[in-house]
T-cell receptor, first 114, second 114 residues
Framework: AQSVTQLDSQVPVFEEAPVELRCNYS??????LFWYVQYPNQGLQLLLK??????LVKGINGFEAEFNKSQTSFHLRKPSVHISDTAEYFC????????????FGAGTRLTVKP | DTGVSQDPRHKITKRGQNVTFRCDPI?????LYWYRQTLGQGPEFLTY????????KSRLLSNRFSAERPKGSFSTLEIQRTEQGDSAMYLC???FGTGSTEAFFGQGTRLTVV
């Protein structure tokens, strides 16, 4: 079965600084990859997804992620963060066309400081 | 359509009581998923429905848990004889078709067992 590891449980960063949230995945078959954001006491909102094609994926709120098959990674980046980006971020993996098989990482808490 | 909605948003119950949560998916979505999220963790898959059929149940879904989707629209998740370990956020998600690339999440029901 597929799985993901989020390498940092917490990432503090100052406002307007760049940020990278790291995600590695494990799977013996092709995968879909996702990044979700969760604000306090809220559900999950999709930031971006990789299905196939271009390895650089752009999402909402200025986030982007790069799929690296050789390193089995799908790191999330933003060149300049805002206070409002403070939230929990989850990387997830699924087999193509099998959302029921989606597996989430433990999450990375991004805290943006003024 | 305003997305996936869950009711209630918060539930506090005494140990041993039964609780029931409701999820209304996006109207044209035929797949519906339940996840559980404990503090500091990513969501964990519990079960999913395609229309009214419950097609998969995780080993996390003990015999005290039961989910239904009687008419292929809304779903309920019941927990009988609640235990303190059941305290968690219960998330519902829905997607369209068998070839879906994305699941849309509700805001969750926060259960606290005292």
């Amino acid at each position: 079965a597929q799985s993901v590891t989020q390498l940092d449980s917490q990432v503090p960063v100052f406002e307007e600084a760049p940020v990278e949230l790291r995600c590695n995945y494990s799977s013996s078959v092709s995968v879909y990859l996702f990044w979700y954001v969760q604000y306090p006491n809220q559900g999950l909102q999709l930031l971006l997804k990789y299905l196939s094609g271009s390895t650089l994926v752009k999402g909402i709120n200025g986030f982007e992620a790069e799929f690296n098959k050789s390193q089995t990674s799908f790191h999330l980046r933003k060149p300049s963060v805002h206070i409002s980006d403070t939230a929990e971020y989850f990387c997830a993996v699924s087999r193509p066309y099998n959302n029921n098989d989606m597996r989430f990482g433990a999450g990375t808490r991004l805290t943006v400081k003024p | 359509d305003t997305g996936v909605s869950q009711d209630p948003r918060h539930k506090i119950t005494k140990r041993g009581q039964n609780v029931t949560f409701r999820c209304d998916p996006i109207s044209e979505h035929n797949r519906l998923y339940w996840y559980r999220q404990t503090l500091g963790q990513g969501p964990e898959f519990l079960t999913y429905f395609q229309n009214e059929a419950q097609l998969e149940k995780s080993r996390l879904l003990s015999n005290r848990f039961s989910a239904e989707r009687p008419k292929g629209s809304f779903s309920t998740l019941e927990i009988q004889r609640t235990e303190q370990g059941d305290s968690a956020m219960y998330l519902c998600a829905s997607s369209f078709g068998t070839g879906s690339t994305e699941a849309f999440f509700g805001q969750g029901t926060r259960l606290t067992v005292v």
